[in-house]
């Protein structure tokens, strides 16, 4: 078989496995779980084989004409080049852990089928949007993404917080997605196709006439989807959907889509400087603003999320000096120990009985009862901090030199203030990093207390998949001397310079929150634990949707707790209570978006019904009066009617006379 009929099967198995799983998930439900797991695993399999046969050389084109258009054509096309195919790679083995980890976490839930069904829709999406040659088949998988993320965020959809949630994820990303669609229609204008091939030989060759233009359209899209500032609000707020869809949504699709489209039409965002700056401050106010945000979550997963927006700031910041190599390394990486730390959450939320890491610092023992998830989720967290050997150090040390190289001038694409930007910030985010990664694991596995009622020993569907996730997190760095092919045969080795500073600000920023934590501990007994809903026995899904809506309760936000033992609370001061809200961007979208429409709503909704309804009843009523006028004229009795004949003759008669008069006095 060849290689390009093995990568059109990629994304075709999920894609059956979800509509097989959606006919035969009511009538035949035992088939659910194989229809869920079989298709991924086998497309994850083949990904790997294709990987191979690529092997990092010269990328590998295949088109047929999808339509006639008339104009520009549509074609369905695979471009399989090295990012391509390691971050399908990717992909396939995070969809497939998350389907098997789903198998125990909803074990119970009467919805799986249809949620296993979106999951392999969503991945099959995404392999599209990865393997697709030419814009408007990507557009497919884009948009495939959105919907899904629609569904599988609010599946929770009886809580308040998941249907807000869903939503707002929706609306915000179709934001973004409006000047996007623009953004391809005027790039397609301008090359003349949609194929990415010829879109990148035209700009090579000067073909495009409004660089800068559609790169900032383009944008748009990029930062909706990738969570990226000033449209990041929505990602924390997905934290509402189940654990498994957070690792998939954060790991391996839907936010690394806007990242991967951008690393493969970089051609199109360099040949525009001003793109590459303004992509350069989004990435550094993203990197700075989510730290300080993640340093005040009380939500384990909410931390968890604005991890994902520093991280993917860093990618963007790869992607703002033209290093599309350092961006996709940090992406595969990122996708390995973030997927581990989502996972490891589910478990940790299942034992504590709460998402609350207020909760947990006052429990003892939870390290002791899920092994698993604690050493796991440990190795997770030093890659995630970015400490040497683990997989983080070395993609984040690849972000730092691309920067490094660009600030002082070694290369040349992008402009030297968006290198010195990005290597400020990264930096500046090391210490943040390294801070609320350590807060994460004190408060959750150094808690002091009583310990609450055992779950038992966790599924061994959820735990295998962290220890299987947990080999790319610990060794995929190692091999970035051996991986150089696959990303443009481009070095991916730190220098000692950035890796010095990375290392040594980030040690300091762990070093800093473990004193300070040490100095709040001692305040811990003087908070309850307030937001825990512990039910032993009960699903790991059931447990995490009680804990949510009595976090709720509790504290009366999903997002902070009133601990004075929160050694992030001490770290941050004056600026927890706006890092705690994420700086107040909601309220003011609220006060700028959200309010003004929500008004103009109303004043459609007032002059529809009351100027408009006015007139259409005005008239209708109009007609019922004369058709009343009328109707009582209709006696049925003949002398009435000859009777209103010879009187309408006589005036007729009398006026004809008259007239004739008058004419003749004339």
Request: hydrophobic fraction near 55%; charged fraction near 10%; aromatic fraction near 8%.
């Amino acid at each position: 078989m060849t290689t390009t009929t093995l990568a059109a099967l990629v994304p075709l198995l999920p894609f059956l496995g979800a509509v097989a799983g959606l006919a035969l998930g009511r009538t035949v439900p035992g088939f659910v779980r194989p229809l869920a797991i079989l298709p991924t695993l086998i497309a994850a399999v083949l990904a790997a084989i294709v990987a191979v046969r690529q092997g990092g050389g010269r990328a590998i084109d295949a088109a047929t004409q999808l339509t006639p258009t008339g104009s520009v054509p549509i074609d369905l096309a695979l471009h399989l080049d090295g990012f391509a195919v390691l971050v399908a790679v990717l992909v396939g083995l995070v969809a497939t852990c998350v389907q098997l980890y789903s198998t125990a976490y909803l074990r119970d839930d009467a919805r799986y089928p249809s949620y296993a069904a979106l999951v392999s829709l969503f991945t099959s999406a995404m392999l599209l949007v990865v393997y697709s040659g030419d814009l408007m088949v990507l557009l497919v998988g884009w948009e495939v993404m959105g919907i899904c993320s629609y569904f599988l965020v609010g599946h929770y959809w009886e809580t308040p917080e998941a249907r807000a949630a869903s939503l707002k994820a929706f609306l915000v990303t179709k934001l973004g997605d409006v000047p996007f669609l623009i953004g391809l229609f005027a790039l397609a204008a301008d090359t003349g196709s949609f194929r990415i091939t010829k879109i990148l030989a035209a700009v090579t060759n000067g073909g495009l006439d409004h660089p800068t233009l559609i790169a900032l359209l383009l944008l748009a899209g990029v930062a909706g989807k990738s969570a990226q500032f000033p449209l990041h609000t929505w990602l924390p707020d997905a934290m509402a959907g189940p654990t498994p869809v957070s690792a998939l949504i954060h790991a391996a699709t839907m936010v690394a889509a806007g990242i991967y489209f951008v690393a493969r039409m970089l051609p199109v965002f360099a040949a525009s400087g001003a793109a590459l700056t303004v992509l350069a401050v989004m990435a550094a106010v993203t990197m700075i603003g989510s730290g300080l945000a993640a340093l005040a979550q009380d939500d384990i997963k909410r931390v968890l999320a604005y991890s994902t927006i520093g991280q993917l700031g860093y990618m963007s910041g790869a992607l703002a000096v033209a290093d599309r190599g350092a961006a996709v390394f940090h992406l595969i990486s990122h996708g390995a120990f973030k997927a581990v730390l989502f996972l490891a959450a589910g478990v940790v939320i299942h034992a504590a009985g709460t998402n609350s890491l207020a909760a947990m610092s006052r429990m003892g023992g939870l390290a002791r009862r899920i092994p698993d998830a604690y050493w796991t989720m440990t190795v997770a967290l030093l890659a995630l901090a970015a400490i040497p050997p683990f997989a983080g150090f070395f993609s984040k040390e690849a972000v730092l030199v691309a920067a490094e190289h660009t600030a002082l001038g070694d290369r040349t694409v992008a402009p030297a203030a968006a290198g010195w930007t990005i290597l400020i910030a990264g930096l500046l985010a090391a210490v943040l990093t390294a801070a609320y990664a350590t807060r994460l694991w004190l408060l959750a596995f150094r808690g002091r207390g009583a310990e609450l009622p055992d779950h038992g020993k966790q599924p061994l569907a959820m735990t295998s998949v962290l220890w299987i996730l947990a080999v790319p997190t610990i060794a995929f760095g190692l091999t970035v001397g051996a991986i150089g092919d696959w990303f443009d045969g481009h070095a991916l080795t730190p220098s000692l310079t950035t890796a010095v500073l990375s290392t040594g600000v980030g040690l300091v920023g762990g070093l800093v929150t473990y004193g300070a934590w040490r100095h709040t501990t001692a305040l811990a007994a003087r908070t309850p634990i307030g937001a825990v809903a512990a039910h032993p026995g009960a699903e790991p899904a059931l447990v995490e949707a009680e804990a949510m809506t009595s976090h709720t309760a509790a504290y009366g936000t999903i997002a902070d707790a009133p601990d004075p033992a929160d050694p992030g609370r001490l770290l941050l001061g004056p600026l927890h209570r706006h890092a705690v809200t994420g700086f107040h961007l909601d309220a003011l979208y609220t006060a700028v978006f959200v309010r003004p429409v929500q008004g103009a709503a109303r004043l459609v909704r007032f002059l529809d019904r009351t100027v408009v309804d006015t007139y259409v009843n005005g008239s209708g009523a109009v007609t019922r009066l004369l058709g009343t006028a009328v109707r009582r004229a209709q006696t049925g009795n003949v002398q009435t009617y000859l009777s209103a004949l010879l009187a309408g003759s006589l005036v007729l008669a009398i006026a004809a006379v008259v007239f004739a008069n008058v004419n003749a006095g004339s």
